[in-house]
């Protein structure tokens, strides 16, 4: 458990009440990661929500079926969210979380704060809208990096 006023420093944050942002805290927990390490990968179960305390952490996509080979679509940085997908079903990783250098991060139970959402209807409105426009930034970078990396190679031919 964390103290509500961390939170409360996070711009993901803004807006919800005292009240809610104690329950979040009571289901969240900080956690450092060591350099060269993965906090999880895509297609794992998504658990946890995780908000960027000391970065970067990569967000990666896998390049390959197998899933060795990764790009990095987005650097997450001190005060920004990551693993979104721990509360949109199907709840699986969208993509790999890596940490290039140590890095710490917030841990909310994903599980515990869909339930919240449950009671709370205004509380997962907000969160819900926040991972909305988190998602749709991914797709949006995603989608200009694939054109950046295919433009090039056909720019040339025919």
Same mark, same amino acid.
């Given at each position: 458990m964390?103290?509500?006023e961390i939170l409360r420093g996070y711009p993901?944050? $803004?807006g919800l009440s005292e009240e809610e942002l104690r329950g979040i805290a009571a289901i969240?927990?900080?956690k450092t990661h060591e350099p060269n390490t993965y906090i999880g990968y895509e297609g794992q179960p998504a658990e946890k929500l995780y908000l960027v305390v000391i970065?970067?952490?990569e967000v990666q996509i896998n390049?390959?079926?197998?899933g060795l080979q990764r790009e990095t679509v987005v650097v997450r940085h001190a005060g920004e969210v990551c693993g979104w997908? $721990?509360?949109v079903e199907p709840y699986i990783l969208t993509a790999s979380l890596f940490c290039p250098a140590k890095a710490t991060v917030l841990e909310i139970d994903a599980k515990a704060m869909r339930a919240m959402f449950e009671e709370n209807h205004h509380l997962?409105?907000?969160i819900l809208q926040r991972i909305a426009a988190i998602a749709s930034e991914r797709l949006k970078r995603t989608r200009f990096q694939l054109l950046g990396k295919v433009a090039p190679q056909s720019a040339g031919r025919g």
């Amino acid at each position: 458990m964390i103290s509500s006023e961390i939170l409360r420093g996070y711009p993901f944050f $803004a807006g919800l009440s005292e009240e809610e942002l104690r329950g979040i805290a009571a289901i969240t927990e900080e956690k450092t990661h060591e350099p060269n390490t993965y906090i999880g990968y895509e297609g794992q179960p998504a658990e946890k929500l995780y908000l960027v305390v000391i970065g970067p952490v990569e967000v990666q996509i896998n390049i390959d079926e197998e899933g060795l080979q990764r790009e990095t679509v987005v650097v997450r940085h001190a005060g920004e969210v990551c693993g979104w997908s $721990a509360l949109v079903e199907p709840y699986i990783l969208t993509a790999s979380l890596f940490c290039p250098a140590k890095a710490t991060v917030l841990e909310i139970d994903a599980k515990a704060m869909r339930a919240m959402f449950e009671e709370n209807h205004h509380l997962g409105y907000r969160i819900l809208q926040r991972i909305a426009a988190i998602a749709s930034e991914r797709l949006k970078r995603t989608r200009f990096q694939l054109l950046g990396k295919v433009a090039p190679q056909s720019a040339g031919r025919g």
